[in-house]
């Protein structure tokens, strides 16, 4: 993506032409977020595994495309409350018994 910024430069330390990395914020109160180690892609699509009556449940789920490269945004597809595997994912399939333990909340 290609970005066009006018910044104070008072002590000269910018240079035309010169690169760097922006960050975009948002605010978004109430979100439902979970760890992307948490998810796996399938066909271009996220999946988590929930857990249901001691087994994995595969589950689609749709995320924001920003993300701060640590947590997704889910859009839809989980419940807040709702128990998902957080690691591991890529050693289960989908019926496999678990067992589960609580970390707590960040």
Do not use: C, W
Request: hydrophobic share 35%.
């Amino acid at each position: 993506m290609s970005l066009r910024a006018v910044f104070p430069n008072p002590t000269g330390l910018l240079h035309s032409g010169g690169a760097g990395n922006v960050v975009v914020t948002q605010r978004t109160d109430g979100a439902l977020t979970i760890p992307q180690g948490a998810t796996f892609e399938l066909q271009d699509k996220v999946f988590v595994y929930r857990v249901v009556d001691g087994r994995a449940k595969s589950t689609r789920i749709e995320v924001t495309p920003l993300n701060d490269r640590k947590k997704y945004i889910v859009r839809s597809g989980l419940k807040q409350g709702e128990t998902i595997v957080t690691e591991g994912a890529g050693m289960l399939q989908d019926g496999m018994p678990i067992t589960t333990r609580k970390y707590p909340e960040e």
